[in-house]
Protein backbone atom coordinates (compact mmCIF):
# COMPACT_ATOMS: atom_id res chain seq x y z
CA UNK A 1 0.00 0.00 0.00
CA UNK A 2 2.97 1.82 0.30
CA UNK A 3 2.68 5.17 -1.69
CA UNK A 4 5.92 5.72 -3.32
CA UNK A 5 8.32 2.70 -2.72
CA UNK A 6 12.07 2.92 -3.02
CA UNK A 7 14.41 -0.14 -3.17
CA UNK A 8 16.94 -0.86 -2.15
CA UNK A 9 16.46 0.77 1.49
CA UNK A 10 20.25 0.40 1.90
CA UNK A 11 22.73 -0.14 -0.67
CA UNK A 12 26.93 -0.75 0.42
CA UNK A 13 29.00 -1.39 -2.65
CA UNK A 14 32.45 -0.66 -3.49
CA UNK A 15 34.03 2.46 -5.02
CA UNK A 16 33.80 1.90 -9.24
CA UNK A 17 30.31 -0.32 -9.38
CA UNK A 18 27.45 0.43 -10.88
CA UNK A 19 24.12 0.70 -9.18
CA UNK A 20 20.58 0.82 -9.62
CA UNK A 21 18.01 2.63 -6.97
CA UNK A 22 14.14 2.02 -8.21
CA UNK A 23 11.29 4.03 -7.17
CA UNK A 24 7.47 3.79 -7.75
CA UNK A 25 4.29 5.24 -6.77
CA UNK A 26 0.87 4.62 -7.01
CA UNK A 27 -0.60 8.04 -6.50
CA UNK A 28 -1.30 8.04 -10.23
CA UNK A 29 0.98 11.81 -9.74
CA UNK A 30 2.17 12.90 -12.89
CA UNK A 31 5.77 14.20 -11.62
CA UNK A 32 8.31 12.19 -10.17
CA UNK A 33 11.86 13.74 -8.48
CA UNK A 34 15.11 11.99 -7.42
CA UNK A 35 16.63 14.42 -4.54
CA UNK A 36 20.38 14.03 -2.20
CA UNK A 37 20.38 14.10 1.58
CA UNK A 38 24.33 14.66 1.90
CA UNK A 39 25.87 13.77 5.48
CA UNK A 40 25.18 17.39 6.71
CA UNK A 41 21.54 16.34 5.89
CA UNK A 42 21.05 19.17 3.68
CA UNK A 43 18.49 17.99 0.75
CA UNK A 44 19.31 18.90 -3.50
CA UNK A 45 17.41 18.06 -5.62
CA UNK A 46 18.79 15.95 -8.77
CA UNK A 47 16.23 15.53 -11.22
CA UNK A 48 12.29 15.91 -12.01
CA UNK A 49 10.29 13.93 -14.73
CA UNK A 50 7.15 14.70 -15.85
CA UNK A 51 5.31 12.04 -17.30
CA UNK A 52 8.10 9.97 -18.67
CA UNK A 53 9.93 13.51 -19.96
CA UNK A 54 13.20 15.02 -18.07
CA UNK A 55 12.15 17.99 -16.65
CA UNK A 56 14.45 19.09 -13.94
CA UNK A 57 18.12 17.98 -14.36
CA UNK A 58 20.84 19.81 -11.98
CA UNK A 59 24.36 20.16 -11.67
CA UNK A 60 24.71 16.24 -11.36
CA UNK A 61 27.63 14.38 -12.40
CA UNK A 62 26.92 12.36 -15.46
CA UNK A 63 27.53 8.93 -13.99
CA UNK A 64 23.92 9.72 -12.63
CA UNK A 65 21.36 8.66 -15.09
CA UNK A 66 17.54 8.80 -14.28
CA UNK A 67 15.55 6.69 -16.17
CA UNK A 68 11.64 6.52 -16.72
CA UNK A 69 10.01 3.52 -18.50
CA UNK A 70 6.40 5.02 -17.51
CA UNK A 71 5.32 7.97 -15.24
CA UNK A 72 4.39 5.37 -12.23
CA UNK A 73 8.48 4.77 -12.37
CA UNK A 74 11.63 6.97 -11.61
CA UNK A 75 14.89 4.76 -11.46
CA UNK A 76 18.44 5.77 -10.39
CA UNK A 77 21.24 4.38 -12.25
CA UNK A 78 24.83 5.49 -10.96
CA UNK A 79 27.62 4.56 -12.89
CA UNK A 80 31.36 4.12 -11.61
CA UNK A 81 30.56 4.83 -7.67
CA UNK A 82 32.57 7.36 -5.70
CA UNK A 83 32.72 7.78 -2.26
CA UNK A 84 31.51 11.35 -2.32
CA UNK A 85 28.00 9.81 -4.06
CA UNK A 86 27.10 8.31 -0.44
CA UNK A 87 24.40 10.37 0.74
CA UNK A 88 20.64 8.98 1.56
CA UNK A 89 18.49 9.34 -2.18
CA UNK A 90 14.97 10.23 -1.67
CA UNK A 91 12.70 9.74 -4.36
CA UNK A 92 9.52 11.38 -4.06
CA UNK A 93 6.18 12.22 -6.26
CA UNK A 94 3.50 15.43 -7.14
CA UNK A 95 0.84 16.40 -9.11
CA UNK A 96 1.42 19.31 -10.82
CA UNK A 97 -0.58 21.74 -10.60
CA UNK A 98 -3.06 19.76 -8.12
CA UNK A 99 -4.95 21.55 -5.18
CA UNK A 100 -4.26 19.09 -2.41
CA UNK A 101 -2.37 20.41 0.30
CA UNK A 102 0.38 18.23 0.44
CA UNK A 103 2.44 19.04 -2.44
CA UNK A 104 4.78 15.97 -2.27
CA UNK A 105 4.97 12.41 -1.22
CA UNK A 106 8.43 11.19 -0.48
CA UNK A 107 9.90 7.99 -0.73
CA UNK A 108 11.37 6.45 2.72
CA UNK A 109 14.68 7.14 0.99
CA UNK A 110 17.70 4.59 0.01
CA UNK A 111 21.10 5.10 2.53
CA UNK A 112 23.98 4.41 -0.19
CA UNK A 113 26.90 4.03 1.02
CA UNK A 114 30.24 3.17 -1.14
CA UNK A 115 33.70 1.90 0.72
CA UNK B 1 23.97 32.89 1.85
CA UNK B 2 21.53 30.11 1.41
CA UNK B 3 18.46 31.20 -0.62
CA UNK B 4 15.86 29.86 1.66
CA UNK B 5 17.21 30.04 5.40
CA UNK B 6 15.62 28.85 8.83
CA UNK B 7 15.94 29.80 11.91
CA UNK B 8 16.42 28.81 14.46
CA UNK B 9 18.91 26.10 13.45
CA UNK B 10 18.14 24.24 16.92
CA UNK B 11 15.47 24.08 19.15
CA UNK B 12 14.89 22.37 22.25
CA UNK B 13 11.25 23.11 23.92
CA UNK B 14 9.41 21.99 27.21
CA UNK B 15 6.47 19.89 25.84
CA UNK B 16 3.50 22.15 25.70
CA UNK B 17 5.35 24.94 24.52
CA UNK B 18 4.26 27.20 21.15
CA UNK B 19 6.81 26.73 18.69
CA UNK B 20 7.58 28.92 15.54
CA UNK B 21 10.22 28.39 12.70
CA UNK B 22 11.03 31.06 10.47
CA UNK B 23 12.16 30.38 6.84
CA UNK B 24 13.17 33.54 4.84
CA UNK B 25 13.49 33.10 1.21
CA UNK B 26 15.26 35.54 -1.68
CA UNK B 27 13.99 33.49 -4.63
CA UNK B 28 10.67 33.93 -6.85
CA UNK B 29 8.48 31.13 -5.92
CA UNK B 30 5.38 29.46 -6.89
CA UNK B 31 4.55 27.31 -3.37
CA UNK B 32 6.38 27.50 0.12
CA UNK B 33 6.36 23.73 1.46
CA UNK B 34 7.07 22.79 5.11
CA UNK B 35 8.63 19.20 5.46
CA UNK B 36 9.17 17.11 8.77
CA UNK B 37 12.41 14.61 8.60
CA UNK B 38 11.73 11.75 11.80
CA UNK B 39 14.63 10.34 13.17
CA UNK B 40 14.39 7.47 11.30
CA UNK B 41 14.45 9.72 8.02
CA UNK B 42 11.63 9.15 6.80
CA UNK B 43 10.27 12.94 5.14
CA UNK B 44 6.75 14.25 5.24
CA UNK B 45 4.87 17.03 3.37
CA UNK B 46 3.14 18.88 5.39
CA UNK B 47 1.97 22.22 3.90
CA UNK B 48 2.37 23.98 0.11
CA UNK B 49 1.69 26.90 0.51
CA UNK B 50 1.53 30.17 -2.23
CA UNK B 51 -0.62 32.80 -0.07
CA UNK B 52 -2.21 33.04 3.92
CA UNK B 53 -2.42 30.27 6.31
CA UNK B 54 -3.14 26.99 6.40
CA UNK B 55 -3.93 24.21 9.42
CA UNK B 56 -3.60 20.93 10.35
CA UNK B 57 -3.97 19.67 13.31
CA UNK B 58 -1.73 21.51 15.80
CA UNK B 59 0.36 22.69 12.87
CA UNK B 60 -0.19 26.10 11.58
CA UNK B 61 1.64 28.04 8.76
CA UNK B 62 1.43 31.15 6.86
CA UNK B 63 3.41 32.85 4.52
CA UNK B 64 3.90 36.75 3.61
CA UNK B 65 4.37 37.06 0.26
CA UNK B 66 5.57 40.61 0.28
CA UNK B 67 8.29 39.93 3.31
CA UNK B 68 9.22 36.52 1.87
CA UNK B 69 8.41 35.08 5.12
CA UNK B 70 6.75 31.77 6.25
CA UNK B 71 6.76 30.34 9.64
CA UNK B 72 5.29 27.00 10.79
CA UNK B 73 4.08 26.91 14.20
CA UNK B 74 3.13 24.04 16.60
CA UNK B 75 0.75 24.58 19.43
CA UNK B 76 0.66 22.23 22.43
CA UNK B 77 4.14 20.59 21.23
CA UNK B 78 4.55 17.16 21.93
CA UNK B 79 7.63 15.11 22.34
CA UNK B 80 6.66 13.33 19.92
CA UNK B 81 6.66 16.15 17.53
CA UNK B 82 10.69 16.24 17.60
CA UNK B 83 11.83 15.78 14.42
CA UNK B 84 13.83 17.96 11.47
CA UNK B 85 11.51 20.35 9.83
CA UNK B 86 12.46 21.51 6.52
CA UNK B 87 11.39 24.50 4.80
CA UNK B 88 11.64 24.61 0.94
CA UNK B 89 10.74 27.11 -2.13
CA UNK B 90 9.68 25.90 -5.44
CA UNK B 91 9.26 28.01 -8.35
CA UNK B 92 7.15 27.62 -11.71
CA UNK B 93 9.43 25.18 -13.24
CA UNK B 94 9.13 22.88 -10.38
CA UNK B 95 13.06 23.76 -9.12
CA UNK B 96 13.18 23.19 -5.72
CA UNK B 97 15.21 24.86 -2.95
CA UNK B 98 15.51 23.48 0.94
CA UNK B 99 16.70 25.24 3.66
CA UNK B 100 19.27 23.69 6.02
CA UNK B 101 16.95 22.25 8.76
CA UNK B 102 15.12 23.29 12.06
CA UNK B 103 15.95 20.64 14.44
CA UNK B 104 13.35 20.55 17.05
CA UNK B 105 13.16 18.72 20.32
CA UNK B 106 10.81 18.74 22.67
CA UNK B 107 11.25 17.78 26.59
CA UNK B 108 8.64 16.00 28.02
Known amino acids: DTAVSQTPKYLVTQMGNDKSIKCEQNLGHDTMYWYKQDSKKFLKIMFSYNNKELIINETVPNRFSPKSPDKAHLNLHINSLELGDSAVYFC??????????????FGSGTRLTVV | KNEVEQSPQNLTAQEGEFITINCSYS?????LHWLQQHPGGGIVSLFMLSSGKKKHGRLIATINIQEKHSSLHITASHPRDSAVYICAASNRDDKIIFGKGTRLHILP
Open chain 2, 27 to 31: VGISA
Open chain 1, 92 to 105: ASSQTGGASNYGYT
